[in-house]
């Protein structure tokens, strides 16, 4: 594919002769190297002809990775200075890249990637986690309307995402993203790689769907996590208690209202979560 493609200028040099001066309040820390661009477009597979959305294009240089594997791209920026710049990566492949000026926060992704996108993002620091809550959150019909799930966060984020029981960073989120999701860190990225740096280390999180367990209601089942994690260092039998029916479910399953929310596997939320929403 690379090769039937215009070559293109380096993405340090589309920044200067578009002044995109990096933003610290639209969060943006900038990937020049094409060869780490290339390696993360890879990770959601094979993208040719398949719908993709990204958020925050800014310069282009994931955009121009995700057009490079032969993408249908839908990417929502809303630094209007990157438009001129996007602008000319509609050029250089026609017909795959629809720009939209705005905030992802606003805008439909499903209505306007299309079913069976894949989501690939480097994304702003400020409105990662939202918008990774909201497509964890979306309908699941068996599965939800996005293929896959390829975003870069913060570290911090990242484990949180694909947290293990019993460690410091299990939490809720770790939950909402396993209990219907494989969730991965794909790529560990240093902070040297961001233009300017970023303080923190990055990693890119790959999280594809599964079909969602049986019989459990996902308001329940963030009601119970709510309540655990909301006092994670307490007995659940404490953290719980104002949750109608949580102690009961814990009874009647055989779980030791001893325990605390970080011993309970994700399965275990689930099976209690199934008993809530009863
Ligand atoms: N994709 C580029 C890259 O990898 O070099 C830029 C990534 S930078 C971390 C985040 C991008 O998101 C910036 O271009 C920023 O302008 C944009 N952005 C920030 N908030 C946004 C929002 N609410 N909606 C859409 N884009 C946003």
Not at 1 to 6: I, L, T
Not at 45 to 51: D, H, N, S, T
Not at 72 to 83: F, P
Not at 100 to 127: C, F, K, T
Request: charged share 20%; hydrophobic share 45%.
């Amino acid at each position: 594919m690379a090769d039937s493609h215009p070559a293109l200028p380096p993405i340090r040099d589309v920044i200067a002769r578009h002044g995109l001066a990096a933003s610290k309040a639209l969060g943006q820390n900038f990937l020049l190297d094409e060869q780490l661009l290339g390696r993360i477009a890879v990770i959601p597979g094979p993208l040719e002809g398949a719908p993709a959305f990204e958020v925050g294009p800014g310069p282009g240089g994931l955009t121009r990775a995700i057009l490079r594997a032969g993408a249908r791209l839908v990417a929502v920026e809303r630094d209007d200075r990157c438009l001129p710049a996007l602008a000319e990566l509609q050029q250089a492949f026609p017909g795959q890249l629809r720009v939209i000026s705005g905030d992802a926060m606003q805008v439909d992704a499903r209505g306007e990637a299309g079913e069976g996108a894949h989501i690939i993002a480097n994304l702003p620091y400020n409105v990662g986690t939202p918008l990774l809550v909201g497509w964890l959150s979306a309908a699941w019909e068996p599965l939800p309307w996005w293929a896959s799930l390829t975003l870069m966060f913060q570290m911090e984020v990242a484990e949180r995402i694909v947290a293990k029981p019993g460690t410091d960073h299990y939490g809720r989120l770790a939950v909402l993203a396993q209990w219907r999701s494989d969730a991965r860190i794909a790529m560990k990225v240093h902070r040297s790689a961001f233009t300017p740096p970023p303080k923190v280390m990055s990693a890119v999180v790959h999280i594809t769907p599964k079909p969602a367990p049986q019989g459990v209601n996902l308001k329940h089942l963030e009601r119970l996590t709510a309540a655990a994690f909301g006092q994670r260092r307490k007995m659940l039998r404490q953290s719980v208690k104002g949750l109608p029916g949580a102690l009961d479910a814990l009874a009647a399953l055989g779980i030791d209202p001893q325990r605390r929310a970080e011993t309970l596997s994700v399965e275990v939320f689930v099976d209690v979560a199934r008993v809530l929403s009863r």
